[in-house]
Each structure stands twice: as C-alpha cells, then as structure tokens.
C-alpha cells in the first residue's frame, strides 16, 4: 500500500483519512524549539467536500488515497447514475447521486467535465467553468428592456435555475457560471 | 518598494536563481545585525565564533540533523544545532559574557516559520538569574522592534497558561486527559504520541501559543522539570526547570535557561535524551566529552538564551513567512 511521509506533505496531495479519500489544501509545519513536531493540516474530504483540520506528528506515514482526476464527456443520466466516457480509450463510468451532487444541474450532454476518481469509482464530478444551457421555463420576455437592469429566474434545460435579464424568453441560450451560478450573457450556438 | 533591478519574469523554470527577500528586507535585515552587535558591543558583552562543524553533535531528542563528510577520509561531523556546548566551554574557560550569531542547521524544519538552516543569537551572562536575562531580552527586543510592540510583556507561568487556556494542570493531568482536553477543543483526534510530555507541547503549540497577544512579548515561565534540557531545576519545587520562552503572539522567539552546571546530572540527561532518541528510532549522538570535561573544570554561574533572529526579522519588517527575511531559503540554496 503506498503511503506518505509527513515530509512529502503539500497541497493536492491525496491521502486517506478514518476510510475517506481527502486532499490537503493547507500544510503547516509546527515545532516547539525544544519539543515534538507536527505537521498541522487543513482538508477537504473528496467525498463529503467537508473541510476539516487534522494533526500529524511529524515522520508518521499517511496512507496514500488511489485519487486521479481524468477529463471524460458526459454522456447521459438513465435515472440512477450519470454515464462518463473517456474520450480515447471509450471507457465509461457511471457516477451516482453522491458524487455528482448540486453539480447535476449544470451537466450537459456532451460536455467535457472532470472526474474524481478513487479506486477507478468516480466520487466527485467538475463540470466546467461556464457551460451553455437553453432556458426551458421562465415569464414572458419584457421586448427591448435591456436597460433597467431587473432579473428574472429561468429554468435551464438541465433543471438549473439562474437569475436571467428580464428581455430572455423560452428557447434562449446563455452562458452561465457553474462556480457561481451566475448569468455571464447571451451565447450562440 | 525598492525591488531588484532585475525583474521578475513570469517563466517560473529559471526564476528561482533571484533571492527570496526584497532588497529593502535585506536592508532592513542588516541594520538589525548592527543593532544587535552595537547592543552587546554598548554592555561589554563579547562577540564570538564557535564551529559550526562538531564531531559529536547534540542529542536532543527532538532533534534532527545534518551530516558532513570530507572527500579525505571517513570522518564524519554533524553541523550543528545550537551553538550552546562550545559557548559553554569558553565560559568555563572564563571568557566572561559572550554573545553569538551563527548559523544551525536542525534537519526536516522546512514551514512558514521554519528553515533547516536559520540564523541563532545566542549569549550567555555571568551572575545573571532569569528575571535579570528576561529583563534584557525585553530590552533587545524593544532597541530592536521598537514601535511594533506597543504593550509591555506580559510574564505567566507554564501551569498558569495551561490552567488560562484550557483548564487542565499540566503536572497532575494524566495522559488520557490531556488527549482528552485537545479533542475538546479541536473537534478533531489527537496523533499518537510516545510521552506525556510529546502531549503538552502538543496543547502547548497548538491551544495555548496562537492566543499570545501579538501587541507584546509573551514570557512563559516554570517549564515542566521533564523539559529542562540544558537549564538547572528549581531550587524549591523539584517539578519545575528553570527554563524560560519568550513569545510575540504564537511566533516562538527565544528559549532561556538558569544553566546546568553539574556535569554528573548533565551526562545522564544526554544519556536518557539518547534513550528517548533510540524510542523515537532516531539515530543515538556521541556524548559531547569536550562539554562535560569543562562542566567538571567548572562552568560559571550564568544564564543563557537562544534567539530566532530570522524571526526577529520578521517581526520587524512584517513578514508572514520566514523565506521573506533570507537571501536564499532552504529551497533555493
């Protein structure tokens, strides 16, 4: 099994934490003049996205979490799982609820995402930055008002709703923030 | 800001050739050296140079160190540490108050307040107590930070912190306590440590340290008699060493000791520091005999402290991370 040393601890890093696959964002090195070293660490559980702190005396071995994150093409939900494809080798991957989370709303058929794997299980889905998404529900469009600066909610045809300028109507793409969630402008196709 | 007049480019492969520092840090950083030599230089105490390069070395338990070899022979040297065990053997030769800025190496202390090897200030007073040497650390501090300390230090003993921030007597409380006081307040399992007093540093740097006020110095007084290292124990409570620490908020500045003049005491504390290393799979150091030798021909009643200077560095010019005070830090050497 392969493991870390608290030496070779640095952001990104992946290791394993009471049976979770965890990635370090923060190391801090804390050390008494005269006493004990330990490595202070701040981590995000890869699969709950919970941040939480952790000490480590310095020297101890940590196991190492099997995590890669791989660029694959989403292919499409059949109601229990959403399907991922590698791009060159068509390899496909089915990601559940858990893993793919509030991120559901901004997958797109087609579209490239990343794809947190641990053990070859996706655990965690990264759409990307800004996707593309038709509105498929919101009031009538307010013709030529694109001055007041009012906003409406629309619902997306992946099921987002994002809060759109009052003059978009039904079949209208936009570009929008998947980090943020925000309306970033109209988009052609 | 005065800036290099070569300017950082933003390919990072062949940028790591520039220094850490900004060349208003490094002025600032030399100013400091003089202020601190003028300081001795003003109270006739000596300024010396001992080897940075020791054929036995130190056996601190929590210690780890760097090797020399030479392309000669087989010979090897460790560079040190801490500059103590020779500045201790020119007191004994009687060369009366010395000070000291050298380099020490202490291997795998790579952090934000941390570099394998860092700069020491180190002196030693005759006839001086603690009180009086904590007096003149203030005053050093003060010549050296002047407006960056603006309430004067606050002084309180070992226990009086443990009881002040967690409410735990750090002589009587047992082990499971302690582990018990640290999951209490982090929410989070404590590592597994080898001795209870692994278990006190541990509340210590991470409980007790962070909530110095920043504002002023921090004296921690009556370290546990288990942590005594080199400083003699008190007198009136065998529980307690005469050891001192001087904090700015949670940055560790200076470490201070009444010292050990009783050789045949000194030796056992190597040999139990080198059991404890052995526990810990650390490799044993050869006991320093040139140190003993003049415990036994008499060390002078003194006290003695070890400075960060570096880190007085970064107090002065207000910086976060200690690579921000060096030339070339550790990475970069």
């Known amino acids: 099994?392969?493991?870390?040393?608290?030496?070779?601890?640095?952001?990104?890093?992946?290791?394993?934490?009471?049976?979770?696959?965890?990635?370090?964002?923060?190391?801090?090195?804390?050390?008494?003049?005269?006493?004990?070293?330990?490595?202070?660490?701040?981590?995000?559980?890869?699969?709950?996205?919970?941040?939480?702190?952790?000490?480590?005396?310095?020297?101890?071995?940590?196991?190492?979490?099997?995590?890669?994150?791989?660029?694959?093409?989403?292919?499409?939900?059949?109601?229990?799982?959403?399907?991922?494809?590698?791009?060159?080798?068509?390899?496909?991957?089915?990601?559940?609820?858990?893993?793919?989370?509030?991120?559901?709303?901004?997958?797109?058929?087609?579209?490239?995402?990343?794809?947190?794997?641990?053990?070859?299980?996706?655990?965690?889905?990264?759409?990307?930055?800004?996707?593309?998404l038709t509105i498929s529900e919101t009031d009538p469009g307010l013709r030529g008002d694109t001055a007041s600066g009012g906003t409406k909610p629309a619902k997306c045809e992946t099921g987002a709703v994002v809060k759109v300028p009052l003059f978009l109507e039904e079949g209208d793409m936009i570009k929008v923030d998947t980090r943020t969630g925000e309306y970033l402008g109209r988009a052609k196709e | 800001m005065n800036t290099w007049a070569v300017p950082k480019n933003n390919s990072s492969e062949s940028s790591d050739w520039r220094p850490n520092a900004d060349l208003d840090t490094l002025k600032a950083r030399a100013r400091l050296l003089q202020q601190t030599r003028s300081f001795f230089y003003e109270r006739d105490v000596l300024e010396v140079e001992t080897p940075i390069l020791s054929a036995t070395g130190s056996t601190e338990a929590h210690l780890d160190f760097f090797q020399a070899s030479n392309t000669l022979s087989e010979d090897r040297y460790q560079l040190i540490a801490s500059p103590e065990l020779a500045m201790k053997r020119l007191l004994a030769a009687g060369s009366g108050d010395i000070f000291q800025l050298t380099k020490v190496f202490r291997a795998g202390e790579l952090g934000s307040k941390h570099q394998p090897e860092f700069t020491m200030l180190e002196w030693y007073r005759l006839g001086f107590n603690l009180e009086a040497l904590m007096g003149e650390v203030e005053q050093l501090c003060t010549t050296l930070l002047r407006d960056r300390l603006s309430e004067p230090p606050s002084t309180m003993t070992y226990a009086q912190a443990f009881e002040k921030y967690l409410a735990v007597d750090p002589f009587t409380a047992t082990v499971e306590k302690l582990k018990q006081s640290f999951a209490n307040h982090t929410n989070t399992e404590p590592p597994q440590l080898d001795d209870r007093q692994d278990y006190l540093d541990l509340l210590m740097s991470h409980l007790i340290e962070p909530n110095f006020n920043p504002q002023q110095l921090t004296f921690v007084t009556h370290y546990p008699a288990e942590q005594a290292s080199l400083a003699r124990i008190n007198a009136d409570d065998p529980r307690v060493a005469e050891r001192f620490e001087a904090f700015a908020g949670g940055l560790e500045l200076a470490n201070g000791f009444y010292e050990l003049t009783d050789a045949k005491e000194q030796r056992q504390r190597m040999l139990d520091e080198n059991k404890s290393r052995q526990h810990a799979n650390k490799p044993e150091t050869q006991i320093d005999q040139h140190f003993l030798a003049a415990l036994e021909a008499g060390l002078p009643d003194c006290s003695g402290v070890a400075v960060g200077f570096d880190r007085l560095v970064m107090l002065a010019t207000g910086k976060q991370n200690i690579e921000d005070v060096l030339s070339f830090s550790f990475t970069r050497c």
């Open chain 1, 1 to 132: 099994m392969a493991s870390y040393s608290t030496n070779e601890f640095r952001g990104g890093l992946k290791i394993m934490i009471d049976g979770d696959p965890c990635s370090i964002i923060e190391n801090e090195f804390v050390k008494p003049g005269k006493g004990q070293a330990f490595n202070r660490v701040k981590i995000r559980n890869l699969k709950t996205g919970r941040v939480l702190e952790k000490t480590y005396k310095s020297g101890e071995s940590v196991e190492a979490a099997d995590v890669i994150d791989t660029d694959m093409q989403y292919l499409y939900n059949d109601g229990d799982a959403w399907y991922f494809m590698h791009p060159e080798t068509f390899e496909q991957v089915g990601a559940d609820e858990n893993a793919v989370s509030d991120n559901m709303q901004w997958l797109k058929e087609q579209d490239m995402c990343v794809v947190t794997l641990w053990n070859d299980v996706p655990i965690a889905i990264t759409p990307p930055n800004h996707v593309v």
